[in-house]
């Protein structure tokens, strides 16, 4: 197609259409059912047409999106989604999502997007601030805390390696002095893929013992070295408990280990004095691993990886080419493994100024005050809360695993709220995380209405059965 059959005035008709349409979209939200019904997902059928072999009319298109995708959506952003720890984005995200859109910037460098890359850079200041760590830190922003991780880890390996006299950049990883790797026994399995990316093996960590709400046990920590690299945990994905930063991190320092930190969620507890705590310690780490698609509700995707010494950010993943500008200042490309990408700071950015300081603990705050609101309900109700609400994350058990799946499946199919089940300890379990901004305390009854008379019904199936 001609760039010259859309003229600029359709362009306008066509941005109005989606915004009308998204628009649409945002208020019918917090009404509709959370999980699409199993007519809006099979319609997705629908889709799978042959290629088109000529143009369609982008008006036609972006009517079939929404026909098809709209019913189809996770209504994550509606105020009853539950599941996994997925935020919901804030106004002003998404409205900076749409400038974003249209300015169609490539955040590789900063010669392709002097505003891409600036946003970036006061992004990370300001999340050092609001996290307490230290200002000088170095990072970047990729797409998720996996690829967060995987970049810290991968800096990790090449400080600690030329520590040992290996370049791995040049030399790799085979025969390279050997790296002892330590984790909870409650890690997180995005923490053990990002090993095995790295090298490392999945199987080839130390395990720590972890207690009963998943914290790893200092005590039982083995002898580290300076080729030793420990990851805590900041938030545990079911429980959201927190590793004991401040023990371990002395330990780890006396003996010269690196200490990353899995802070995917948890991390945001610091910008809240009731929560910060908890964290107690984790700023003496030498790199983090967070996402702002989770707690601050930046929308999707936002994974933030800040490092103690940045430097070992540019040896990892500086490249070299004749057509790429060296930079004195940071360079997104030069500190992280992707090279063209989305301008995540935008959305970032703006989620960060629409909120400040007060609206980012407000947030943590008043989610963690809604993740006890159904706790109390769930216990009231009479159902097991297996885990500590220390922050908000919720564990509930029906009674058998048989159960719990049962009440799992009813909720999901129900439509009125969404979570989704686990396994804590051996014990099957339905997980409430509550991430959005949007999310009320009429929300969480409403849910919890329909949790608790969900799990009636199936109990009395069970007991007849
Ligand atoms: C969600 C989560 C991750 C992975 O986050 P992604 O952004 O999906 O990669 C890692 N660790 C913890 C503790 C998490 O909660």
């Known amino acids: 197609m001609q760039p010259r059959e859309t003229p600029k005035s359709q362009s306008a008709e066509l941005l109005n259409l989606a915004a009308e349409r998204a628009i649409r979209y945002v208020d019918s939200a ?8 199993s ?6 059928a629908g889709l799978h047409e042959p290629f088109p072999a000529g143009p369609s009319n982008p008006a036609d298109v972006l009517n079939q999106l929404e026909a098809a995708g709209s019913p189809a959506t996770m209504a994550t952003t509606g105020g009853r989604y539950f599941g996994f720890v997925n935020g919901g984005m804030v106004p002003a995200a998404l409205a900076a999502s749409w400038m974003a859109g249209a ?7 900063r010669v392709m997007s002097p505003i891409a890359v600036e946003l970036e850079d006061v992004v990370l200041q300001w999340i050092c601030e609001a996290l307490g760590l230290p200002l000088d830190c170095q990072g970047g922003l990729v797409t998720c805390a996996t690829m967060a991780s995987f970049t810290a880890l991968l800096a990790a390996r090449h400080a600690l390696l030329r520590k040992a006299g290996w370049d791995v950049t040049e030399n790799g990883m085979f025969g390279a002095p050997p790296i002892q ?3 909870g026994a409650e890690v997180h399995a995005s923490v053990l893929k990002a090993l095995s990316m790295a090298g490392f093996g999945r199987k080839r ?5 972890a207690d009963s709400q998943g914290r790893m046990r200092a005590d039982r920590l083995p002898q580290l070295s300076e080729s030793t690299i420990v990851c805590i945990q900041a938030g545990n994905v079911n429980t959201g408990a927190f590793d004991p930063a401040d023990e371990i991190c002395a330990k780890a320092k006396e003996q010269g280990a690196w200490i990353h930190v899995d802070g995917a969620f948890g991390l945001w507890a610091r910008v809240s004095p009731k929560y910060a705590h908890l964290t107690r310690g984790i700023e003496n780490a030498d790199s983090w691993a967070t996402d702002a698609h989770k707690w601050p509700n930046a929308g999707y995707d936002c994974g933030v990886v800040l490092l103690k010494n940045g430097d070992a950010l540019r040896a990892a993943f500086g490249i070299n080419a004749a057509y790429l500008e060296p930079g004195a200042r940071r360079e997104p490309m030069q500190h992280t493994p992707e090279s063209s990408r989305r301008a995540r700071g935008v959305e970032l950015w703006a ?7 007060d609206g980012l603990r407000e947030l943590v705050e008043r989610t963690c005050a809604l993740a006890q609101r159904f706790a109390k309900g769930l216990q009231d109700a009479g159902f097991e809360v297996l885990n500590d609400v220390v922050i908000n994350q919720v ?9 719990t799946r049962e009440v799992i499946r009813r909720i999901q199919e129900g439509g009125t709220c969404w979570c989704g089940g686990t396994v804590w300890q051996g014990r099957t379990a339905m997980r409430i995380s509550v991430s959005s901004w949007a999310t009320t305390e009429a929300d969480v009854d409403r849910s919890l209405d329909a949790i608790v008379r969900l799990a009636a019904e199936s109990r009395s199936i069970a007991s007849r059965a």
């Open 39 to 44: 007519l809006d997902l099979a319609a997705l």
């Open 181 to 183: 790797v330590v984790v």
């Open 103 to 109: 300015w169609n910037q490539n955040a590789s460098l």
């Open 395 to 403: 564990l509930v058990s029906f009674g058998s695993p048989e159960v």
């Open 30 to 37: 917090s009404a509709r059912r959370v999980s699409p019904s």
């Open 205 to 209: 960590v130390t395990i720590v013992d």
């Open 351 to 357: 989620t960060l100024k629409s909120l400040g300081r």
